[in-house]
């Protein structure tokens, strides 16, 4: 078994370019159920049914894992026998029947206004340092674009005079055009005349955002910064990355935005992702309407 998984994940790579990430992702799914099957005396995988599958993710339930992680989970070994299937190494796919846990949308969390531009105040002009997380956070709030997205900017992908940055989807293969506010241009601007120049080692490092040594900032950089400003303005709330983009997206929808819009600007393949900014939306009018009308 381990075998055909190692084949499958040189597949992934080599044939369908998926992302590092993703083939870890694949790779932790699968060798969990390897563990499974050979616990349970299970080592053809020629042998396995849909019904040792199914058991396998009712074990998965039992254990309290998310709906998502077996939702993932169903998705990575679907995709593994379909492979095994596609190259002749099983006579059928016992994955064919079994369906994913239908996953409950939860309404994402957002700052308020006065909470974001509280956040996005914390950082000190004084040093580069603080130059360059000014502008990451302006930039993060003013586009929603995703971490990943923004620590492998280029300097080459931003056009401060037109207001827009053009971000690289490479998981759909894609390119997006997104405009960004005065504050962030301005921070954006500081940060590339005052503080980048100095920060960067090599005069032909492309990545805009560098960290202090010079070279490229990875993603649990950047969350170790945003949770030390969270901190440092007193915030009673997890603050992640991703809260920003939440809230980005959230109040554009608040404030009037249609919909197509922002999943354009979020890079959403599908506007049924979008649409919970709606929802939000509508909660929030019937909280007005509650406390402000008469009779309600």
Excluded at 41 to 47: A, F, H, P, S, V
Excluded at 233 to 242: G, L
Aim: hydrophobic fraction near 35%; proline fraction near 3%.
């Amino acid at each position: 078994m381990e075998k055909s998984t190692k084949e499958f994940l040189v597949y992934l790579q080599q044939t369908k370019g998926a992302s590092i990430n993703t083939i870890q992702s694949y790779n932790r799914d699968l060798n969990s159920l390897i563990s499974y099957l050979t616990n349970n005396r299970l080592c053809d995988i020629k042998k396995v049914t849909s019904t040792q599958l199914n058991a396998y993710f009712l074990e998965l339930e039992k254990e309290g894992r998310a709906t998502s992680t077996i939702s993932r989970n169903v998705a990575s070994i679907h995709s593994f026998f379909q492979f095994l299937f596609k190259i002749g190494k099983i006579d059928h796919d016992p994955s064919e029947t079994i369906s994913a846990p239908k996953i409950e949308r939860k309404v994402p969390k957002i700052l308020s206004l006065e909470e974001v531009d509280l956040l996005l105040n914390q950082p000190f002009n004084t040093d580069n340092k603080g130059i360059r997380d000014k502008a990451m956070l302006e930039l993060l709030y003013a586009t929603g674009i995703r971490v990943s997205e923004l620590i492998n900017l280029k300097e080459t992908d931003i056009n401060i005079p037109m207001g827009y940055i053009i971000c690289t989807d490479n998981k759909h293969n894609k390119e997006r055009i997104i405009p960004m506010g005065n504050v962030a241009q301005y921070a954006l601007s500081n940060y590339i005349k005052v503080s980048r120049a100095a920060m960067v080692k090599n005069p032909d490092e492309e990545i805009l955002f560098v960290n202090c040594l010079g070279s490229s900032m990875s993603r649990q950089g950047f969350w170790k910064i945003i949770k030390s400003y969270a901190s440092k303005a007193n915030i009673n709330k997890i603050i992640t990355p991703h809260i920003l983009r939440h809230s980005f997206a959230s109040h554009l929808v608040e404030n009037g935005a249609d919909l197509r819009s922002v999943q354009e600007m979020l890079g959403h393949s599908d506007i049924s992702t979008t649409q919970v900014y709606a929802k939000m939306n509508n909660h929030k009018l019937k909280e007005v309407y509650a406390k402000a009308h008469p009779r309600a």
